[in-house]
């Protein structure tokens, strides 16, 4: 990412040296602030503008994501800026993904050619030139990576210095507040669900003896990439012909620490509270999800800091509840449907719940006995639920796919076509029964042009090279190797 003000030749005709220097020095520490936000790394300061990495020196399997997200901060935090003299303070963001060599020992590759080194932030920078006022411009690269978490404008085709002509770039409008992460980011053209037969008759008998009555907790563990909303998603369109309610709560790698985020999140969605409506707007709007004015008065007044929902927040005001009275509030209105209709709540990710959102579904599972109620947990193995369930209670650990079930993907994903022998062992033996690898590293040798398409096969016509690692999946692979970072070195050296 790099980052640059807007016009700051014209700033210091205009202002004094001090002035103008302690104004660069908020910036930059606003734009270190927010890089550091997302575990992004400032890696230099050139003049005005600030160059950060994300993915170095700590990988996510997110740092597209992440990158876009500080860039929005950064934008959203310029007014903060603007003061001064009555300048108004911009700048512009571009954005770009790919492999650099990070370190002082930089090699020169075997053709010669020096540019690789560099190619990533130099885009980043040509593109930031042409982002208009507190712009964000992302690469085609980073746009693939981040396509259906923000929405994005198509701009015109750039020439750029030093880059090309016909340059294909986008602005980054706003991030896309959706209530599943998989919906956001799974590609239409995936492929049928395939080999879980055993862990969907599963989770549809426990919905069943929760839908008569029995409330069930049901907690599913699996590894990234596994197939765990994927299970979700397939047992929800299953029972979608039934009469019933959903609630879905989706932790996010960004609110750790951000109390009852998800929990807000389906509030606000279930309420349809509109992000520019006024207050009063908004109370309108929220009240409607209480039977009666007086619960709903009360849950505004203690849910109103956190919604958006108040005019004014008078200074002096007290606490207007414990936490005590929230959480039982919550729990009561995330419970309610309940009395009408068999109710499934779906909780994504619990490996990034917060404390509060925690706490509340330990109140919520107590309650849980005689409810009409399946609640649905999905998490990393990393994470240890600390729920305990007086009652019907279920965990399921996913296991990687069979070599059977792979195959069956992968030929799916070729549309039918059959694909030569030693295309699918590769993508089997590298894919490691990890649906998600089966599929992209599947996608990435349909479109690197190795095949050809024919009739009713695809036709490999020189030997298969060793399948380079498809950059979509780059940041899992660099995120699991930094978790074990003792054989990050082997894995380079290889
Ligand atoms: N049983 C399956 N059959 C076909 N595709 C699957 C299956 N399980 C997962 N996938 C695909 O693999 C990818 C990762 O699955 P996902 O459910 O997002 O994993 P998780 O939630 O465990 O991280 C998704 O694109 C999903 O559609
Ligand atoms: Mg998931």
């Not at 019933?244 to 389906?266: G, K």
């Not at 006995?369 to 609640?375: D, H, P, Y």
């Not at 089966?438 to 990435?444: A, D, P, R």
Request: aromatic share 4%; hydrophobic share 45%; net charge negative.
């Amino acid at each position: 990412m790099f980052c640059d003000i807007v016009d700051s030749t014209p700033l210091a005709a205009t202002l004094d040296l001090e002035t103008l220097q302690s104004l660069i020095d908020t910036y930059q520490q606003q734009v270190a602030d927010c890089v550091a936000r997302y575990d992004g790394f400032v890696a230099k300061f050139m003049g005005d503008g600030v160059l950060a990495y994300f993915g170095y020196p700590q990988a996510h399997e997110d740092d597209a994501e992440r990158a876009v997200r500080a860039a929005l901060d950064i934008v959203a935090a310029m007014p903060t800026l603007r003061h001064v003299d009555g300048l108004e303070l911009a700048c512009r963001i571009g954005i770009a993904s790919g492999v650099v060599v990070v370190g002082d020992s930089i090699t020169v590759g075997a053709a010669g050619e020096k540019s690789v080194l560099g190619e990533t932030p130099n885009l980043a920078a040509r593109l930031q030139e042409t982002a208009p006022r507190n712009g964000v411009i992302v690469a085609a690269s980073t746009r693939t990576l981040v396509a259906n978490l923000f929405d994005l404008k198509t701009i015109d085709p750039l020439t750029l210095k030093g880059v090309g002509s016909g340059i294909m770039a986008w602005q980054v409008i706003a991030a896309r507040d959706d209530a599943s992460r998989f919906r956001a980011t799974r590609d239409p053209s995936s492929a049928e669900f395939i080999g879980r037969d055993a862990e969907l008759a599963l989770v549809l008998d426990r919905w069943s003896v929760a839908a008569a009555g029995e409330g069930q907790l049901f907690l599913l563990s699996g590894e990234p990439g596994l197939g765990k909303s994927r299970l979700c998603e397939t047992m929800l369109a299953q029972i979608a012909t039934e009469t019933h309610a959903e609630i879905r709560l989706q932790c996010s790698p960004y609110h750790v620490n951000s109390p009852l985020y998800p929990v807000l999140r389906h509030l606000e969605r279930a309420a349809g509270l509109v992000h520019d409506d006024t207050p009063a707007i908004r109370r309108g709007d929220f009240a409607r999800l209480f039977a009666s004015d007086e619960e709903a008065e009360r849950a505004i007044l203690l849910l109103g800091p956190a919604l958006g929902l108040l005019d004014a927040v008078p200074a002096d005001a007290a606490p207007s509840g414990s936490k005590t009275e929230v959480l039982v509030l919550l729990q009561r209105l995330l419970i309610a449907p309940a009395a009408e209709h068999p109710l499934c709540i779906l909780v994504e990710d619990a490996h990034w719940i917060d404390p509060t959102t925690q706490e509340l579904l330990s109140l919520l599972i107590e309650r849980l006995g005689n409810q009409r109620v399946l609640l649905l947990i999905t998490h990393r193995p990393e994470f240890t639920p600390p729920w305990r369930s007086p009652i019907h209670h279920t965990r399921l650990a996913m296991n990687r796919l069979s070599t059977r079930a792979c195959t069956s993907l992968i030929g799916d994903l070729a549309r039918g076509k059959r694909l030569p022998e030693e295309v699918v062992r590769q993508i089997v033996a590298k894919s490691d029964g990890v649906p998600l690898f089966v599929e992209e590293l599947t996608k990435s040798v349909l479109e690197s042009g190795l095949l050809t398409e024919e009739h009713d096969s695809w036709g490999l016509d020189e030997p298969l090279p060793l399948l380079a690692i498809p950059s979509s999946l780059h940041d899992s692979f660099m995120a699991r190797l930094d978790r074990m970072a003792s054989v990050k070195e082997v894995a380079q050296v290889r």
